[in-house]
Antibody
Framework: QITLKESGPTLVKPTQTLTLTCTFS??????????VGWIRQPPGKALDWLALIYWNDDKRYSPSLKSRLTITKDTSKNQVVLTMTNMDPVDTATYYC??????????????WGQGTLVTVSS | DIQMTQSPSTLSASVGDRVTITCRASQSISSWLAWYQQKPGKAPKLLIY???SLESGVPSRFSGSGSGTEFTLTISSLQPDDFATYYCQHQTFGQGTKVEIK
């Protein structure tokens, strides 16, 4: 059974850095074709892809947020960490991590975490 | 970046109706498209991948078709559990289609 769970602060202040951890089980991030990604969803709005990391340590970022994002993995701990700098109230959203399958330059999200709501406010 | 555009944004339908949602890509993406269902307060759920492959456990009333730039998600006979928001995804996601009760 594959599970993912997001953890991190529920409230951050403007200009602070957000660090979120995705802890997963049931798959290995060293298996070819596997990845973990982060997707967020502002209240009442659509899904917005942020970043992903593949089994081979290849990393991809949303072009509009690339300068603020860093994604890393710790295969031994089954964790992926996302950091987002210079947080703003518009970054208030539910942040999801997902188990990705990669094929020919494309990915889709096979399993999702439950999500964690992050509020940015002073 | 390839943009994904869904239509309609909202769809009102009744139980038993056949429902079709369209997703258009700003350039050809072959068959590299997935569809997800999301209910309020819940994480999305994968329905279809590679445009037409049904994810395991998803009811057969859901089907996907298309290639290139135009894709459709069809629900052959809408059930009460199907009222939700649906998203297409290539790399970015479409803006979503909310299926609500008529």
């Amino acid at each position: 059974q594959i599970t993912l769970k997001e953890s991190g602060p529920t409230l951050v202040k403007p200009t602070q850095t957000l660090t979120l951890t995705c802890t997963f089980s049931g798959f290995s991030l060293s298996t070819s074709g596997v990845g973990v990604g982060w997707i967020r969803q502002p209240p009442g709005k659509a899904l917005d892809w942020l970043a992903l990391i593949y089994w081979n340590d290849d990393k991809r970022y949303s072009p509009s947020l690339k300068s603020r994002l860093t994604i890393t993995k710790d295969t031994s701990k089954n964790q992926v960490v996302l950091t987002m700098t210079n947080m703003d109230p518009v970054d208030t959203a539910t942040y999801y991590c997902g188990h990705l399958l990669y094929s020919s330059g494309w990915y889709f999200v096979l399993h999702w975490g439950q999500g964690t709501l992050v509020t940015v406010s002073s | 970046d390839i943009q994904m555009t869904q239509s309609p944004s909202t769809l009102s339908a009744s139980v038993g109706d056949r429902v079709t949602i369209t997703c258009r890509a700003s350039q050809s993406i072959s068959s590299w498209l997935a569809w997800y269902q999301q209910k309020p307060g819940k994480a999305p759920k994968l329905l279809i991948y590679k445009a037409s492959s049904l994810e395991s456990g998803v009811p057969s009333r859901f089907s996907g078709s298309g290639s290139g730039t135009e894709f459709t998600l069809t629900i052959s006979s809408l059930q009460p559990d199907d009222f939700a928001t649906y998203y297409c995804q290539h790399q970015t996601f479409g803006q979503g289609t909310k299926v609500e009760i008529k």
